[in-house]
């Protein structure tokens, strides 16, 4: 009840000093798939340096790949996380990439 109360001041706040602009928009990400991984980072992997949303896209991409190579049965973390790779069509040097250019801490 707080979180909102606090949210309904700054939107009235908001709006007392910018009376005449829209609210900013907030942007949505759809859940992405299983079967959407590889399309997806094709799509936006190139786009990442210019485009904040393809750049949050495929960090999203790297931690569920991650997450899903934590999972693995195979030997060790290099081992699990090249077979996710593969199986979601995702380049490894292309992710390593990625995890480098975000701060996932």
């Not at 997806?40 to 750049?55: C, D, I, Q, T, Y």
Request: proline fraction near 5%; include cysteine; glycine fraction near 4%.
């Amino acid at each position: 009840m707080l979180a909102l109360r606090q949210r309904l001041r700054v939107l009235a706040s908001y709006n007392r000093f910018f009376p005449n602009t829209r609210r900013p928009t907030r942007i949505e990400m759809k859940p992405i798939e299983d079967a959407d991984i590889e399309s997806s980072w094709a799509e936006h992997f190139p786009k990442r340096l210019v485009n904040g949303h393809s750049k949050t896209v495929c960090a999203y991409i790297c931690l569920i790949l991650s997450h899903k190579a934590q999972h693995e049965t195979a030997g060790g973390w290099s081992k699990k996380l090249r077979l996710v790779l593969r199986k979601f069509g995702v380049p490894e040097n292309q992710f390593h990439r990625v995890k480098s250019e975000c701060d996932f801490t």
